[in-house]
């Protein structure tokens, strides 16, 4: 099994205990904030909306990344998805789910925060793989091997690992002329063990630009950390932002899992 990218559960439940901690997750969901933007929408000290984002940091919760002179607070989705398939989704709690689904219908919504570098998907990602980087490289590779599936039965995906290569589902042998199915996005970037950088729409629709990272990072005693970023420029519906999301989180548990299985 993974290392997850938080071995002990008792600071994520801390993290959720506090309904501050909890509001600032509400308010990511929407996409990565500045410290700055995410203490003007509380009532409370900027101070104190650091120390909260420092509980939800060492939990997993929260992931910071800097750009520029900038630093933003990315939701980190992947321990809240490991907790729900350990503890919700064995339970079956149909009536618990329906009594969640009236709650969302009658109780009003924040408006999530205005921000200037709002994207249509703006997601970041990290899950620790129990492999060293070199398997889990191959395992990167092997992309089509343990990436999720979500194209029709007569199709396969097809990738070519290396520098303009082509990602997408195609029916038959794989691109070429006369190849039917679609182009999810092209290689631009590829450094052996450290990085894959794929431009593309990615199955979305619409006149959309995007472009997904993954990065790898020796974590030490043989395990390797993972992070994915997903940006996309366009418009794309809320639903549509959520799905690709929580994909990710699949999409990484997916090849902790492959390259785990190899080692």
């Given amino acids: 099994m993974s290392r997850r990218v938080v071995p002990d559960e008792e600071p994520l439940w801390r993290a959720l205990a506090d309904p501050t901690?909890?509001?600032?997750?509400d308010a990511l969901r929407a996409g990565p904030r500045t410290t700055?933007?995410?203490?003007?929408g509380f009532p409370t000290t900027r101070y104190t909306v650091m120390e909260h984002l420092g509980v939800?940091?060492?939990?997993?919760?929260?992931?910071?990344?800097?750009?520029?002179?900038?630093?933003?607070?990315?939701l980190n989705p992947v321990p809240l998805h490991e907790a729900y398939e350990r503890w919700v989704r064995p339970l079956g709690a149909s009536a618990a789910s329906t009594l969640l689904r009236l709650d969302e219908a009658v109780t009003p919504r924040r408006e999530p925060m205005a921000h200037p570098m709002d994207l249509g998907i703006d997601v970041r990602a990290r899950h620790q793989v129990d492999a060293d980087v070199h398997r889990t490289w191959e395992a990167v590779l092997?992309?089509?091997a343990w990436w999720p599936r979500r194209?029709?039965?007569?199709?396969?995906?097809a990738f070519e690992p290396y520098v303009g290569g082509r990602l997408g589902p195609v029916a038959g042998g794989g691109f070429g002329p006369g190849a039917e199915g679609e182009l999810w996005g092209t290689?631009?970037?590829?450094?052996?063990?450290?990085?894959?950088?794929?431009?593309?729409?990615?199955?979305?629709?619409?006149?959309v630009a995007g472009q997904w990272r993954l990065s790898l990072e020796d974590a030490g005693g043989?395990?390797?950390?993972?992070?994915?970023?997903?940006?996309?420029a366009g418009a794309v519906d809320e639903e549509t932002r959520d799905c690709y999301g929580g994909g990710w989180e699949e999409t990484l548990a997916g090849l902790g899992a492959y390259a785990e299985a190899a080692s």
């Fill in 56 to 74: 939800l940091v060492d939990a997993g919760l929260v992931t910071v990344e800097r750009r520029g002179r900038e630093r933003l607070n990315h």
């Fill in 187 to 207: 290689v631009t970037a590829l450094r052996p063990e450290r990085l894959l950088v794929v431009d593309g729409a990615m199955g979305l629709p619409g006149p």
């Fill in 21 to 25: 901690r909890r509001a600032i997750l």
């Fill in 142 to 144: 092997d992309l089509p």
């Fill in 151 to 157: 194209w029709s039965e007569d199709e396969r995906l």
């Fill in 36 to 40: 700055g933007v995410l203490a003007a």
């Fill in 222 to 232: 043989g395990t390797t950390a993972v992070t994915v970023e997903h940006r996309v």
